[in-house]
């Protein structure tokens, strides 16, 4: 009966610290100078989009987005931290389809309103009739980018998800390597405005559905000073 | 013996289940003493705000909009200030997030402008870059009275430091429009925590 129990214990320990099948990350952190933590991980969740660096300084959290990463990084350093505190990481997989990317092309001069505008409009809102109706894994359809002033683009979107944890709007400047996100919006939201930089007035645009998958185990590293 | 097992078990569920802190420790060696300073809330112009959530409802580039605590002056000790905020929406630009305020004005003011660069509005100096629309950001200012120290981390890393001044301070959070900024801006703070030493 023991040996039984202590099978049950092991396996509802396994089940809360690993997730089915396990993470599929492994971290480690390595205090490189007294208030410097370098990550690095292995390994990747099937479907990752981006992933996502967190930290705390208790490992049951709060956790903290440090930054949001391409989906083939490994390596991540967190600099000139307070002394003398411990600070534990996980990595966290960001999963879900994406619109098509649109074009947006701040530079027509018709749009060089004067300020100060009313910029009410660009608030996150969920537009009657482009949610509610969602699948598991739904891709945001039907992408709309309107430019509204010099610096700023009205995003629409219809919802087709039901297990959203969120919105990511995602941007990739003309001649930038790889894309970034400028912006989270909760679950259900349908309409957003996006206030460009001067590296962003032509770049390509696009939504995501996203929910977050298995994290890697948590690293924790006390730093000296 | 079954019931010691069982008692194992409940509590390593318990232990697995258990939820988190609802705020993390102070950083930076103490003892620190947790304490709960008094505020005033202060709403001008377009500034409101309802509970920890602030905003500026107006574009309006001139006069006083704000929507910010105002917590108790302390002239002694170390004190160090901790919170979250996140913004779930800023078609503005500069606006000043979190303040230590001085005795003759503002000694240190935390702001963010668009694309989510994090500044120091005197000097202008970047501090961060991260502070993305819809994803929390943490921060903690530890101030010396003794000697004038004052730091700021931004996620853990140190971002800006100061020194000098004298006499009574406080801090300020919320909202505020500074002087070459304008909303809206809508801000939620939370995880509001002091210390002392």
Known sequence: ?225 | MRRRAAAVLAAVLALAAAPSPASAAPLETGPWTSYSPTFDLQQRGCGTASGLTFRLTCSTASGDQRAERRYATYSSGVRQFEGYFRITSMPGSRISLKQTFGPSGPFFMLAVERGGRLYAVHGGTTLATGATVGTEVRVNTVHNTGNGAHRTYINGSNRHSQTGGGGGYYDKFGAYRTESGAGPVDVTWSGIQFWRK
């Not at chain 1, 991540?76 to 074009?103: C, E, K, N, Q, W």
């Not at chain 1, 009410?120 to 699948?135: C, F, H, K």
């Not at chain 1, 683009?153 to 400028?182: H, K, M, N, R």
């Open chain 1, 1 to 225: 009966m023991i040996r039984r129990t202590l099978l049950v214990v092991v396996l509802v320990l396994a089940g809360c610290s690993a997730g089915r099948g396990g993470p599929a990350i492994t971290l480690t952190a390595t205090l490189t100078t007294p208030v410097d933590i370098d990550l690095r991980w292995e390994g990747a969740e099937p479907g990752t989009a981006a992933q996502i660096a967190e930290f705390a300084t208790d490992p049951r959290g709060p956790w903290t987005i440090l930054e949001f990463l391409p989906p083939d990084r490994r390596t991540y350093r967190h600099p000139d931290l307070m002394p003398r505190t411990a600070f534990s990481y996980r990595i966290r997989p960001v999963l879900g389809p994406a619109t098509p990317p649109v074009p947006i092309r701040l530079t027509a001069p018709s749009f060089d309103v004067a300020a100060p505008a009313d910029l009410s409009w660009a608030a996150p809102r969920s537009l009657p009739g482009t949610t509610g109706n969602g699948v598991p894994g739904g891709a945001p359809t039907g992408l709309l980018a309107e430019p509204r002033t010099r610096d700023a683009i009205l995003l629409t979107w219809t919802d087709t998800s039901s297990d959203e944890e969120g919105f990511l709007v995602e941007i990739l400047p003309q001649g930038a390597a790889a894309w970034s996100v400028v912006m989270v919006v909760d679950p259900d939201i349908t309409s957003v405005g996006v206030q460009a930089l001067d590296t962003e007035r032509t770049a390509d645009i696009r939504v995501r559905a996203h929910h977050y998958g298995t994290p890697s185990g948590t690293a924790t590293r006390t730093t000296g000073g």
